[in-house]
């Protein structure tokens, strides 16, 4: 058997103008997860990378821990099928008509644009809303990556990763909770709501771990911190 680590980005910049960057506390829990990772010894055969700055940042806090500490650490191979799926773009695209269709949605908007300490949970709501609208096949937005397109391209890129490594190799994946959330769907053949459940709850610089060999993919460690032992340190966006 072999070994996926699927790592999800440090905490990026929510709420501001530039989300796709790490916050001081991302790049925090990234060297956490590093030196979590080189104290158990942990060594690996391949490196892949998602194609956002978040998971690059992520992958560079990492990689430069090992590094200090003179552990090797493969270079790293960029790979676009770990992006995320388009969420920001759906809610741009999507809100300016559903705010004039349902009152519910347009109450939560009005809540997270007065912004406060409530911004967050507001933002959750309407999104949490319209991403199952999305899923089910409810929204039609052009010229966004569909539900079912983006699962599949995951699994494609699972697929490209796992593919004639041979047996008891580790590797490792930096990327966003979409696509973790995908992989585990894959692996306990979930439906698509419940896959995209999943993508809510894992934290930032949470990796999952999956085994692997041929024709088996299976998922043995979901969401795991336990390089994170602050509770104060643990965040999901």
Do not use: C
Request: aromatic letters at 10%; a neutral charge; charged letters at 25%.
């Amino acid at each position: 058997m072999s070994v996926l680590l699927l790592v999800r980005h440090g905490q990026a910049s929510f709420l501001s103008d530039e989300y796709d960057r790490l916050s001081p506390l991302g790049e925090r829990q990234s060297r956490l997860l590093a030196n979590d990772w080189a104290d158990r010894g942990l060594v690996f055969d391949h490196v892949y990378v998602g194609p956002r700055r978040r998971h690059q940042q992520t992958h560079d806090a990492v990689a430069s821990i090992y590094r200090e500490r003179r552990v090797p650490w493969p270079d790293p191979v960029a790979l676009p099928a770990l992006d995320e799926y388009q969420a920001i773009q759906l809610m741009k695209r999507s809100l300016p008509s559903l705010t004039q269709q349902d009152p519910a949605i347009r109450e939560w908007v009005a809540a997270f644009q007065q912004g406060g300490g409530a911004a967050k949970r507001e933002f959750d709501r309407v999104f949490g809303k319209v991403a199952r609208m999305w899923v089910r096949g409810e929204l039609d937005v052009p010229d966004i990556e569909s539900w079912p397109e983006f699962r599949a391209r995951v699994e494609a890129g699972i697929e490209k990763m796992t593919r004639v490594v041979g047996n008891g190799k580790t590797i490792a994946a930096f990327t966003s909770a979409g696509a973790i959330a995908a992989a585990a769907g894959f692996a306990l053949g979930l439906g698509n709501e419940k896959t995209l459940e999943l993508s809510w709850v894992v934290s930032n610089a949470a990796y999952t771990e999956f085994l692997f060999s041929d024709g088996r993919f299976s998922l043995s460690r979901f969401n795991a911190i336990p390089h994170i032992t602050d509770p104060g340190l643990v965040t999901r966006h």
